[in-house]
Protein backbone atom coordinates (compact mmCIF):
# COMPACT_ATOMS: atom_id res chain seq x y z
CA UNK A 1 0.00 0.00 0.00
CA UNK A 2 1.57 3.17 -1.24
CA UNK A 3 2.14 5.94 1.39
CA UNK A 4 0.11 9.33 0.71
CA UNK A 5 0.35 12.32 1.95
CA UNK A 6 -2.13 15.65 1.22
CA UNK A 7 -0.34 19.32 0.96
CA UNK A 8 -3.28 21.86 2.22
CA UNK A 9 -2.50 25.45 2.24
CA UNK A 10 -4.42 28.24 4.52
CA UNK A 11 -5.48 30.51 1.67
CA UNK A 12 -4.41 30.70 -1.73
CA UNK A 13 -0.58 31.40 -2.91
CA UNK A 14 0.41 30.51 -0.26
CA UNK A 15 3.00 28.01 -2.09
CA UNK A 16 1.32 25.02 -2.34
CA UNK A 17 2.48 24.15 -6.24
CA UNK A 18 6.34 25.05 -5.08
CA UNK A 19 6.55 23.18 -1.91
CA UNK A 20 4.30 19.82 -3.93
CA UNK A 21 7.23 19.86 -6.93
CA UNK A 22 9.97 20.55 -4.53
CA UNK A 23 8.89 17.87 -2.42
CA UNK A 24 8.11 15.04 -5.81
CA UNK A 25 11.67 16.62 -6.67
CA UNK A 26 13.14 15.70 -3.00
CA UNK A 27 10.84 12.67 -2.27
CA UNK A 28 12.58 10.92 -5.64
CA UNK A 29 16.41 10.37 -3.53
CA UNK A 30 14.62 8.61 -1.11
CA UNK A 31 11.58 6.47 -2.82
CA UNK A 32 11.63 4.84 -6.42
CA UNK A 33 8.25 5.67 -7.44
CA UNK A 34 6.42 9.09 -6.81
CA UNK A 35 2.82 10.42 -8.08
CA UNK A 36 0.90 13.29 -8.07
CA UNK A 37 -2.87 14.25 -8.31
CA UNK A 38 -4.24 17.51 -7.63
CA UNK A 39 -8.01 15.67 -7.49
CA UNK A 40 -9.39 19.10 -7.93
CA UNK A 41 -8.40 22.42 -9.86
CA UNK A 42 -9.07 25.59 -10.49
CA UNK A 43 -7.57 27.41 -13.15
CA UNK A 44 -6.88 25.04 -16.19
CA UNK A 45 -5.61 25.42 -19.78
CA UNK A 46 -6.85 23.35 -22.68
CA UNK A 47 -4.43 20.17 -23.44
CA UNK A 48 -5.93 17.87 -26.34
CA UNK A 49 -9.37 19.13 -26.27
CA UNK A 50 -9.85 18.54 -22.46
CA UNK A 51 -9.61 20.91 -19.31
CA UNK A 52 -7.16 20.64 -17.16
CA UNK A 53 -5.32 22.39 -14.08
CA UNK A 54 -2.40 24.01 -14.73
CA UNK A 55 -0.50 22.83 -11.97
CA UNK A 56 -1.28 19.11 -13.20
CA UNK A 57 -0.15 20.21 -16.21
CA UNK A 58 3.09 21.58 -14.85
CA UNK A 59 4.17 18.64 -12.78
CA UNK A 60 3.76 16.22 -15.88
CA UNK A 61 6.29 17.86 -17.69
CA UNK A 62 8.98 18.71 -14.93
CA UNK A 63 8.73 15.29 -13.30
CA UNK A 64 8.29 13.36 -16.51
CA UNK A 65 5.18 11.26 -15.29
CA UNK A 66 3.35 9.29 -17.94
CA UNK A 67 -0.45 9.00 -16.08
CA UNK A 68 -2.84 10.67 -17.97
CA UNK A 69 -3.67 14.30 -17.13
CA UNK A 70 -6.64 13.83 -17.03
CA UNK A 71 -6.52 11.39 -14.33
CA UNK A 72 -3.77 13.78 -12.45
CA UNK A 73 -6.20 16.36 -12.70
CA UNK A 74 -9.94 14.48 -12.89
CA UNK A 75 -12.03 17.51 -11.41
CA UNK A 76 -11.18 20.43 -13.28
CA UNK A 77 -14.01 23.94 -11.85
CA UNK A 78 -14.83 25.81 -15.45
CA UNK A 79 -17.36 28.23 -15.75
CA UNK A 80 -20.96 27.39 -14.44
CA UNK A 81 -19.69 24.08 -12.50
CA UNK A 82 -20.95 25.23 -9.55
CA UNK A 83 -24.07 26.17 -10.55
CA UNK A 84 -24.85 23.16 -12.73
CA UNK A 85 -23.73 21.40 -9.65
CA UNK A 86 -26.61 23.34 -7.14
CA UNK A 87 -29.05 22.55 -10.00
CA UNK A 88 -28.26 18.69 -9.67
CA UNK A 89 -26.05 18.08 -6.51
CA UNK A 90 -24.39 14.60 -6.57
CA UNK A 91 -21.42 14.17 -4.64
CA UNK A 92 -21.01 10.28 -4.95
CA UNK A 93 -20.63 10.58 -8.77
CA UNK A 94 -17.67 13.54 -8.11
CA UNK A 95 -15.91 11.19 -5.44
CA UNK A 96 -16.29 8.44 -7.65
CA UNK A 97 -14.26 10.00 -10.49
CA UNK A 98 -11.97 11.17 -8.12
CA UNK A 99 -11.43 7.74 -6.27
CA UNK A 100 -11.16 6.01 -9.68
CA UNK A 101 -8.34 8.13 -11.45
CA UNK A 102 -6.74 8.32 -7.91
CA UNK A 103 -6.06 4.34 -8.35
CA UNK A 104 -5.01 4.26 -12.00
CA UNK A 105 -2.24 7.54 -10.92
CA UNK A 106 -1.11 5.55 -7.59
CA UNK A 107 -0.58 2.67 -9.06
CA UNK A 108 2.67 0.81 -8.60
CA UNK A 109 3.64 4.35 -6.62
CA UNK A 110 5.49 4.03 -3.68
CA UNK A 111 4.23 7.29 -2.02
CA UNK A 112 1.63 9.52 -3.81
CA UNK A 113 1.38 13.26 -3.44
CA UNK A 114 -1.41 15.21 -3.48
CA UNK A 115 -2.21 18.78 -3.82
CA UNK A 116 -5.13 20.84 -2.46
CA UNK A 117 -6.63 23.52 -3.51
CA UNK A 118 -7.25 27.05 -1.42
CA UNK A 119 -7.75 26.61 2.12
CA UNK A 120 -9.30 23.29 4.42
CA UNK A 121 -13.17 24.53 2.99
CA UNK A 122 -12.42 25.88 -0.67
CA UNK A 123 -15.07 23.30 -2.89
CA UNK A 124 -17.29 23.12 0.04
CA UNK A 125 -20.47 24.63 -1.92
CA UNK A 126 -20.16 21.36 -4.26
CA UNK A 127 -19.40 19.52 -1.63
CA UNK A 128 -15.86 18.44 -2.10
CA UNK A 129 -13.29 20.83 -0.03
CA UNK A 130 -10.16 19.27 1.14
CA UNK A 131 -11.28 18.22 3.97
CA UNK A 132 -13.44 16.04 2.18
CA UNK A 133 -11.19 14.98 -0.47
CA UNK A 134 -8.85 14.01 2.22
CA UNK A 135 -11.25 11.96 3.85
CA UNK A 136 -12.18 10.00 0.60
CA UNK A 137 -8.77 9.25 -0.26
CA UNK A 138 -7.98 8.59 2.82
CA UNK A 139 -5.00 10.90 2.99
CA UNK A 140 -3.28 12.78 6.13
CA UNK A 141 -2.15 16.49 5.65
CA UNK A 142 0.36 18.98 6.22
CA UNK A 143 -1.23 22.38 6.11
CA UNK A 144 1.01 25.06 4.61
CA UNK A 145 1.02 28.69 6.28
CA UNK A 146 2.67 31.81 5.49
CA UNK A 147 3.95 34.70 7.46
CA UNK A 148 5.54 34.84 11.33
CA UNK A 149 4.15 33.69 14.22
CA UNK A 150 0.70 34.67 15.78
CA UNK A 151 -1.03 34.89 12.14
CA UNK A 152 -0.02 31.38 10.72
CA UNK A 153 -0.69 29.88 14.33
CA UNK A 154 -4.15 31.43 13.81
CA UNK A 155 -5.03 29.92 10.69
CA UNK A 156 -3.68 27.37 10.66
CA UNK A 157 -5.64 26.42 14.00
CA UNK A 158 -8.99 27.15 12.10
CA UNK A 159 -7.90 24.81 9.23
CA UNK A 160 -7.17 21.89 11.20
CA UNK A 161 -10.51 22.49 13.12
CA UNK A 162 -12.58 21.65 9.54
CA UNK A 163 -9.94 18.63 9.06
CA UNK A 164 -9.87 16.82 12.37
CA UNK A 165 -14.15 17.39 11.96
CA UNK A 166 -13.73 14.74 8.68
CA UNK A 167 -11.08 12.54 10.92
CA UNK A 168 -8.59 13.42 8.46
CA UNK A 169 -5.20 13.01 10.64
CA UNK A 170 -2.73 16.32 10.71
CA UNK A 171 0.47 15.20 9.89
CA UNK A 172 2.08 18.65 10.58
CA UNK A 173 2.89 22.60 8.98
CA UNK A 174 5.27 23.83 6.83
CA UNK A 175 5.76 27.62 7.37
CA UNK A 176 6.59 29.13 4.18
CA UNK A 177 7.94 32.94 3.02
CA UNK A 178 9.80 33.92 6.35
CA UNK A 179 12.13 36.46 6.29
CA UNK A 180 15.31 34.53 6.60
CA UNK A 181 17.19 36.65 9.40
CA UNK A 182 13.83 35.65 11.34
CA UNK A 183 13.47 32.07 10.33
CA UNK A 184 15.25 30.56 13.62
CA UNK A 185 13.40 32.98 15.77
CA UNK A 186 10.27 32.02 14.12
CA UNK A 187 11.31 27.95 14.13
CA UNK A 188 11.86 28.66 18.08
CA UNK A 189 8.93 30.11 19.02
CA UNK A 190 6.32 28.37 16.30
CA UNK A 191 7.83 25.06 17.78
CA UNK A 192 6.66 25.77 21.08
CA UNK A 193 3.05 26.82 19.45
CA UNK A 194 2.36 23.84 17.75
CA UNK A 195 3.86 21.48 20.71
CA UNK A 196 1.42 22.88 22.91
CA UNK A 197 -1.76 21.60 20.40
CA UNK A 198 0.19 18.13 19.57
CA UNK A 199 1.21 19.71 15.59
CA UNK A 200 4.41 19.00 14.53
CA UNK A 201 6.49 21.79 12.75
CA UNK A 202 7.94 19.73 9.60
CA UNK A 203 9.56 22.65 8.71
CA UNK A 204 10.36 26.61 7.87
CA UNK A 205 10.87 28.09 4.46
CA UNK A 206 12.79 31.12 4.12
CA UNK A 207 11.43 33.81 1.80
CA UNK A 208 13.54 33.69 -1.41
CA UNK A 209 12.69 36.92 -4.07
CA UNK A 210 13.78 34.51 -7.14
CA UNK A 211 10.61 32.47 -6.47
CA UNK A 212 8.68 35.55 -6.83
CA UNK A 213 9.96 37.37 -10.51
CA UNK A 214 7.98 37.32 -13.12
CA UNK A 215 9.39 36.68 -16.32
CA UNK A 216 8.75 39.27 -19.58
CA UNK A 217 5.97 36.80 -21.02
CA UNK A 218 4.55 35.93 -17.62
CA UNK A 219 4.29 40.24 -18.14
CA UNK A 220 3.08 40.43 -21.26
CA UNK A 221 -0.33 38.28 -20.80
CA UNK A 222 -0.87 40.03 -17.44
CA UNK A 223 -1.19 43.37 -19.41
CA UNK A 224 -3.08 41.62 -22.32
CA UNK A 225 0.02 43.06 -24.27
CA UNK A 226 2.21 42.21 -28.00
CA UNK A 227 5.52 41.35 -28.21
CA UNK A 228 7.48 43.50 -31.45
CA UNK A 229 10.91 42.89 -30.32
CA UNK A 230 13.34 40.42 -28.60
CA UNK A 231 10.85 37.21 -28.99
CA UNK A 232 13.93 35.10 -27.55
CA UNK A 233 14.15 36.95 -24.34
CA UNK A 234 10.98 36.53 -22.99
CA UNK A 235 12.02 34.34 -20.41
CA UNK A 236 14.22 36.65 -18.73
CA UNK A 237 13.56 37.47 -15.25
CA UNK A 238 12.32 40.98 -13.65
CA UNK A 239 13.46 42.38 -10.80
CA UNK A 240 12.07 45.68 -10.51
CA UNK A 241 9.50 47.88 -12.63
CA UNK A 242 10.18 51.57 -13.29
CA UNK A 243 7.71 53.75 -14.16
CA UNK A 244 8.83 56.08 -16.70
CA UNK A 245 7.31 59.26 -15.91
CA UNK A 246 9.90 61.55 -14.82
CA UNK A 247 13.15 63.41 -16.89
CA UNK A 248 15.32 61.30 -18.53
CA UNK A 249 18.08 62.57 -15.83
CA UNK A 250 16.52 61.32 -13.25
CA UNK A 251 15.16 58.14 -14.71
CA UNK A 252 18.67 57.03 -15.05
CA UNK A 253 19.08 57.21 -11.35
CA UNK A 254 16.24 54.39 -10.87
CA UNK A 255 17.32 51.72 -13.26
CA UNK A 256 18.50 48.89 -11.78
CA UNK A 257 19.73 45.86 -12.68
CA UNK A 258 16.99 43.29 -14.66
CA UNK A 259 14.33 46.08 -14.41
CA UNK A 260 11.78 47.05 -17.32
CA UNK A 261 10.73 50.21 -18.03
CA UNK A 262 7.04 50.96 -17.84
CA UNK A 263 6.35 54.16 -19.96
CA UNK A 264 3.58 55.87 -22.92
CA UNK A 265 4.98 54.40 -26.31
CA UNK A 266 5.77 58.57 -27.19
CA UNK A 267 7.82 59.25 -24.55
CA UNK A 268 11.05 58.64 -26.71
CA UNK A 269 12.91 60.63 -24.58
CA UNK A 270 12.54 57.93 -21.97
CA UNK A 271 12.64 54.72 -24.18
CA UNK A 272 16.24 56.18 -25.50
CA UNK A 273 17.60 56.53 -22.36
CA UNK A 274 17.05 52.42 -21.55
CA UNK A 275 18.48 51.59 -24.81
CA UNK A 276 21.55 53.23 -23.83
CA UNK A 277 21.17 51.05 -20.60
CA UNK A 278 20.07 48.09 -21.65
CA UNK A 279 23.75 46.96 -23.09
CA UNK A 280 25.02 47.38 -19.31
CA UNK A 281 21.92 45.04 -18.21
CA UNK A 282 20.21 47.52 -16.04
CA UNK A 283 17.04 47.67 -18.67
CA UNK A 284 15.37 44.38 -19.88
CA UNK A 285 12.73 45.73 -21.42
CA UNK A 286 9.80 47.94 -22.19
CA UNK A 287 6.51 48.08 -21.77
CA UNK A 288 5.17 50.62 -24.03
CA UNK A 289 1.67 51.84 -22.97
CA UNK A 290 -1.24 53.42 -24.29
CA UNK A 291 -1.17 51.02 -27.34
CA UNK A 292 1.42 53.37 -28.74
CA UNK A 293 4.46 53.21 -31.11
CA UNK A 294 7.52 55.09 -30.63
CA UNK A 295 8.84 57.05 -33.83
CA UNK A 296 9.93 54.62 -36.46
CA UNK A 297 13.82 55.93 -35.91
CA UNK A 298 13.29 54.77 -32.01
CA UNK A 299 11.82 51.62 -33.24
CA UNK A 300 14.52 50.82 -35.26
CA UNK A 301 17.01 51.37 -32.64
CA UNK A 302 14.79 48.69 -30.59
CA UNK A 303 15.03 46.01 -32.93
CA UNK A 304 18.72 46.82 -33.53
CA UNK A 305 20.03 46.11 -30.10
CA UNK A 306 16.99 43.69 -29.87
CA UNK A 307 15.49 45.14 -26.90
CA UNK A 308 12.53 42.98 -25.51
CA UNK A 309 9.68 45.20 -26.13
CA UNK A 310 6.04 44.80 -25.29
CA UNK A 311 2.75 47.01 -26.29
CA UNK A 312 0.04 47.23 -23.57
CA UNK A 313 -3.16 48.22 -24.85
CA UNK A 314 -3.82 50.60 -21.40
CA UNK A 315 -2.86 53.05 -19.96
CA UNK A 316 0.64 53.59 -17.56
CA UNK A 317 -1.61 53.70 -14.39
CA UNK A 318 -3.60 50.48 -15.38
CA UNK A 319 -0.70 48.35 -16.94
CA UNK A 320 1.74 49.28 -13.67
CA UNK A 321 -0.78 47.93 -11.54
CA UNK A 322 -1.82 44.97 -13.43
CA UNK A 323 1.83 44.37 -13.27
CA UNK A 324 2.45 44.66 -9.34
CA UNK A 325 -0.67 42.54 -8.59
CA UNK A 326 0.72 39.68 -11.06
CA UNK A 327 1.02 36.23 -8.95
CA UNK A 328 3.58 34.62 -10.13
CA UNK A 329 3.68 30.88 -10.98
CA UNK A 330 6.04 28.32 -11.53
CA UNK A 331 6.38 27.39 -15.43
CA UNK A 332 8.26 24.48 -17.00
CA UNK A 333 10.50 26.87 -18.30
CA UNK A 334 11.56 28.03 -15.09
CA UNK A 335 14.04 25.73 -14.86
CA UNK A 336 16.21 28.01 -12.29
CA UNK A 337 13.12 28.22 -10.09
CA UNK A 338 12.24 24.48 -9.90
CA UNK A 339 15.57 23.75 -9.02
CA UNK A 340 15.66 25.82 -6.09
CA UNK A 341 12.12 24.49 -5.15
CA UNK A 342 13.72 21.00 -4.90
CA UNK A 343 16.31 22.48 -2.85
CA UNK A 344 14.04 24.50 -0.35
CA UNK A 345 12.45 21.75 0.55
CA UNK A 346 15.24 19.31 0.94
CA UNK A 347 17.49 21.53 2.87
CA UNK A 348 14.34 23.56 5.21
CA UNK A 349 12.05 20.19 5.52
CA UNK A 350 12.17 17.08 7.33
CA UNK A 351 11.23 14.55 4.74
CA UNK A 352 12.09 11.58 6.90
CA UNK A 353 9.39 12.96 9.21
CA UNK A 354 6.71 12.74 6.06
CA UNK A 355 7.90 9.65 5.69
CA UNK A 356 7.06 7.77 8.58
Request: glycine letters at 8%; aromatic letters at 6%; charged letters at 30%.
Amino acid sequence: MEKKIFIAATRQNDGKTVISLGLLLALKKYVKNVGFIKPLGQKYLLVDGAKVDKDAVLVKKVCGFKEDLKDMNPIAVEEGFTRKYLDNPDPSQLRKKIKRSYEKVAKGKDIMVIEGTGHAGVGSIFDLNNAEVARILDSPVIIISIGGIGKPFDEISLNISLFREKKVEVKGVIINKVIPEKKQFVSKYLRKGFDRVGIKLLGVIPFVPLLTEPDLGQICEAVNGKIICGFDKIHQKIKNVIVGAMTPRHALDYFKPNSLIVTPGDREDIILAGITCHSGKDVKGFVLTGGLYPHKTILSLIKKFDVPTIIAPKGTYETASAIHELVVKLTENDCDKIEMAGKLVEENIDIEEILK
